[in-house]
């Protein structure tokens, strides 16, 4: 077997491509409230850093599981990079990110911790509860307020752009497991998906995005809003029926990217009403 060199094992360990995924939100949503420019990349790199010790952290606590389920994606199941180095980074990249958010100021600084502990309390040990979703819920409710709380002056994020959030991420944490829901019976992770099972899961991802898009466009209307209403709640309505007809294809997974990409749009474009 092959080994793949040292940092590009690294890098895989950090699970890119949702790591990306939450970083674009975090900018999208930077820009969306006002931030100035450095304000904006250093909320940019905020949240690229904790999204690498995230992942790390994933690699690292699970790597007993990962090489039990022949994880051959994982570079620490391979054999690729010790255990030991995805654990020093992860807790580097943790305390930079840390320290990195407070110079947003004080608020913003407290609320990016809660974020990011929420997130390792997934990974080190919740994601085989019935609570696996609390985490989702907390940090991705709380990614609007990060932005919010930098700005001058600094508020909290409103009341539905928090919502907003927390239903983006139910639907990220159902969407995440459906693909791995045997592996995961099979080394005891039962989180809430995994007790619902497949179809029932598959349906909360899409209806906590359909409501999501409702409260958005509820709260702040205008054109805009509800063009993106209709195309997220058609595109749930086809990932409901794929659900419930048992085709789990990479087109659903597809339906759900879009309907996530649409919905943070439609809170970006909102723009200053973000704020309470």
Known sequence: MSRRPLPVALLLSSHPAPAVAVTLV??????AVGLPPLGIALVTVVFAVNQLSIGWSNDWIDADRDR????????????????AAVRAAALLALAVS???????GPAAGAVHLVFVLSAWAYNAGLKSTPLSVVPY???FGLLPAVGTLAAEPPRFAAWWAVLAGALLGVAAHFTNVLPDLDDDRAT???GLPHRLGLRPAGVVAFAALAVGALVVAGSAPGVAALAGLAAVLLLC??????????RISRLLFT???VAAVILVAMLAASGGSLSS
């Open 68 to 83: 039990a389920a022949g994880r051959r994606d994982k570079p620490v199941a391979r054999g690729d990079i010790p255990v």
């Open 98 to 104: 840390c320290l990195l958010a407070f110079g947003l």
């Open 255 to 257: 339906l759900v990217l």
């Open 188 to 190: 005891g992770v039962r």
């Open 137 to 139: 819920v907390v940090s």
């Open 26 to 31: 975090a900018f999208t949503l930077a820009i």
């Open 237 to 246: 309505a086809a990932g409901i029926l794929l659900v419930v007809r048992r």
